[in-house]
């Protein structure tokens, strides 16, 4: 079964303090990794996608990349703006493209 | 550019009442659809998603049930609604893996 963790569940940051949020995962054969910001009573907003080992993707203050078990999110730099839940998730490895398997998360928040 | 609606943005409903939430995607054509509910500190349930018109594959046995009635409309739909239907219920479309969100709906009910 295919499963994603992310720690931490929670972190708080100084602005301008710069950080990485981790997801792993474990699927047989992995095709993607997406990275998505929530804010409260919000729909999760697309971010990126990942495909394979050494693979980075960079918007604004944010970078992911990606390893063979896991994607880290950097921060660089942040802004109170930058303070969401971040979610990551995977394809199933076979069968049907259509099930994400979600990360629980991780609630960032960022202190002027 | 494509775009998803979700209507009504927030619902408090008594226990036993129906339920319709919908949901249309502008902007492609043929998209995977999904139904999702998120609990408060819990994650993403996937509940239901549909490949095309009139196929609904569910993936939580419950007294919800969804159905697509046309290529970028899909309605979430309940008889009469327990106390544990209470969430946040999201759309997303695909095509043909990312999935992209709509803005949700906050479902209350007492």
């Known amino acids: 079964e295919d499963q994603v963790t992310q720690s931490p569940e929670a972190l708080r940051l100084q602005e301008g303090e710069s950080s990485s949020l981790n997801c792993s995962y474990t699927?047989?054969?992995?095709?993607?990794l997406f990275w998505y910001r929530q804010d409260p009573g919000k729909g999760p907003e697309f971010l990126f996608t990942?495909?394979?080992a050494g693979e980075e993707k960079e918007k604004e203050r944010l970078k992911a990349t990606l390893t063979k078990k896991e994607s880290f999110l950097h921060i660089t730099a942040p802004k109170p703006e930058d303070s969401a839940t971040y979610l990551c998730?995977?394809?199933?490895?076979?069968?049907?493209?259509?099930?994400?398997?979600f990360g629980k998360g991780t609630l960032l928040t960022v202190n002027p | 550019s494509q775009t998803i609606h979700q209507w009504p943005a927030t619902l408090v409903q008594p226990v036993g009442s129906p339920l319709s939430l919908e949901c249309t995607v502008e902007g492609t054509s043929n998209p995977n659809l999904y139904w999702y509910r998120q609990a408060a500190g819990r994650g993403l349930q996937l509940l239901f998603y549909s490949v095309g018109i009139g196929q609904i594959s569910s993936e939580v046995p419950q007294n919800l049930s969804a159905s697509r009635p046309q290529d970028r409309q899909f309605i979430l739909s309940s008889k009469k609604l327990l106390l544990s239907d209470s969430g946040f219920y999201l759309c997303?479309?695909?095509?043909?893996?990312?999935?992209?969100f709509g803005p949700g709906t906050r479902l209350t009910v007492l």
């Open positions: 990942l495909y394979s």
């Open positions: 997303a479309w695909s095509v043909p893996v990312e999935q992209f």
């Open positions: 699927v047989s054969g992995l095709r993607g």
């Open positions: 998730a995977v394809p199933p490895s076979g069968g049907s493209n259509y099930k994400l398997t």
